[in-house]
């Protein structure tokens, strides 16, 4: 099974809620704590 976390923190949806995103052709998270960070360009 694929392992999802996030691309910022890497912390799991265990832990963390994540958002599906694209990117370059592939499918990545972010967490909604490292969101905003994410969308200001952080
Ligand atoms: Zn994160």
């Keep these: 099974m694929?392992?999802?976390k996030c691309s910022?923190?890497?912390k799991g949806?265990?832990?963390?809620?994540?958002i599906?995103?694209?990117y370059q052709g592939?499918?990545?998270y972010v967490c909604v704590r490292?969101?905003?960070v994410?969308?200001?360009g952080g």
């Design 13 to 18: 949806e265990d832990a963390v809620r994540l």
């Design 38 to 40: 994410f969308v200001h």
């Design 8 to 10: 910022k923190c890497g």
């Design 2 to 4: 694929e392992t999802v």
């Design 20 to 22: 599906e995103y694209r």
């Design 26 to 28: 592939k499918k990545e």
């Design 34 to 36: 490292c969101l905003p």
